[in-house]
T-cell receptor, first 109, second 113 residues
C-alpha cells in the first residue's frame, strides 16, 4: 500500500468546515483512497472512498486532484461529536494493510 | 445487515496464559484482517486471511497466530501472554479488499495482569 502522511493533530470550532489533507506520493493506478473515523475504544468507521475528482456523501466530501498524490477530507459544519482520529488509507495493493498515525481532530465549543 | 462481531468484548488474562479471540465477518465477506491497537503504537497490522489462506502477516512474534474457517469466521490466538500484549484487538472484514473498504468490529479489550 502507498505510504500516507497526515497532520498529527488539528483543532477547530463547532460550526466550522474542517479540511484534513493526506499525502500519498506513490499511489498506484489501481489504488482507491479511503478515510476512516475512530472514536476511543471503538473500531475505525468507514467515512468515504474515492478514486479521482470529488466524491460527496451525507457526512463528508473527498477532493482528489488530477495527479492523485494527495487527497482532502472535508467535514462541513463540525460538531463536538466529530472529535476523533481520522485515518487516510490508500489501496488495495497486495502488501500489508498499513494505517498511518492518523489525524487527531479536536473540536472546541 | 449484521456488522462484524468480535467476541469476547473484554478479557482479563494472567501472564503466561494463552487466549483465543473470535471474529465473525459480514456475511459474504471473504477477507478478514486483525490489528492490535495500543496508545503508543496506534493500529498495527497483525495478519490478513482470505478464503482460509493467510495472505499477509505483520511484524509480530510467532506467539501471535490466526486462522480462518470455511465460513470466513476467523480466530486469533496469543500464547504465553506478556504484559505488553494488553491492547484493543480489532478485526476488519471486506469482500475482496478492493479499494480498502473495510468494516471493523468493536474490538476485544485484552488486559494481561
Amino acid at each position: 500500500l502507498a505510504k500516507t502522511t497526515q497532520p498529527i493533530s488539528m483543532d477547530s470550532y463547532e460550526g466550522q468546515e474542517v479540511n484534513i489533507t493526506c499525502s500519498h506520493n506513490n499511489i498506484a493506478t489501481n489504488d482507491y483512497i479511503t478515510w476512516y473515523q475512530q472514536f476511543p475504544s471503538q473500531g475505525p468507521r468507514f467515512i468515504i472512498q474515492g478514486y479521482k475528482t470529488k466524491v460527496t456523501n451525507e457526512v463528508a466530501s473527498l477532493f482528489i486532484p488530477a495527479d492523485r498524490k494527495s487527497s482532502t477530507l472535508s467535514l462541513p459544519r463540525v460538531s463536538l461529536s466529530d472529535t476523533a482520529v481520522y485515518y487516510c488509507l490508500v489501496g488495495p495493493g497486495d502488501d500489508k494493510i498499513i494505517f498511518g498515525k492518523g489525524t487527531r481532530l479536536h473540536i472546541l465549543p | 445487515k449484521a456488522g462484524v462481531t468480535q467476541t469476547p468484548r473484554y478479557l482479563i488474562k494472567t501472564r503466561g496464559q494463552q487466549v483465543t479471540l473470535s471474529c465473525s465477518p459480514i456475511s459474504g465477506h471473504r477477507s478478514v484482517s486483525w490489528y492490535q491497537q495500543t496508545p503508543g503504537q496506534g493500529l498495527q497490522f497483525l495478519f490478513e486471511y482470505f478464503s482460509e489462506t493467510q495472505r499477509n502477516k505483520g511484524n509480530f512474534p510467532g506467539r501471535f497466530s490466526g486462522r480462518q474457517f470455511s465460513n470466513s469466521r476467523s480466530e486469533m490466538n496469543v500464547s504465553t501472554l506478556e504484559l505488553g500484549d494488553s491492547a484493543l484487538y480489532l478485526c476488519a472484514s471486506s469482500y475482496d479488499r478492493q479499494g480498502g473498504g473495510y468494516t471493523f468490529g468493536s474490538g476485544t479489550r485484552l488486559t494481561v495482569v
